[in-house]
């Protein structure tokens, strides 16, 4: 079983900057993990994500802008997001797959980008 910690998050004016953390334990062999956005009112979307060979792909709206980097500890990773605006606001949800394409998820973290 694959379990997921997800931290970070909060209130930050536009121009600001966040990280998210995503920790994952368990026993899995490692494909790809991201982070997706759902924002009110809208439907989930992938905005990035890094493979096992540290490929990474972004979003269009958030490319130049949120950068994903590998954490101290094994199968935690961040989320660098930079000259937030409010169209960034909702919840972050980190995921991880597996070799199978088998998708684990944390349980979200809300952001807030508001004056």
């Known amino acids: 079983q694959v379990h997921l910690v997800e931290s970070g998050g909060g209130l930050v004016q536009p121009g600001g900057s966040l990280r998210l953390s995503c920790a994952a334990s368990?026993?899995?062999?490692?494909?790809?993990m991201g982070w997706h956005r759902q924002a009110p009112g809208k439907q989930r979307e992938l905005i990035a994500a890094i493979t096992a060979s540290g490929e990474m792909h972004y979003a269009g709206p958030v490319k130049d802008r949120f950068r994903i980097s590998r954490g101290d500890a094994e199968n935690t990773y961040n989320l660098e997001m930079n000259n937030l605006n409010p169209e960034d606001t909702g919840v972050y949800y980190c995921y991880f797959a597996d070799q199978f394409l088998a998708m684990y998820w944390g349980q979200g973290t809300q952001v807030n980008v508001s004056s």
């Open positions: 368990g026993s899995f062999v490692f494909n790809n």
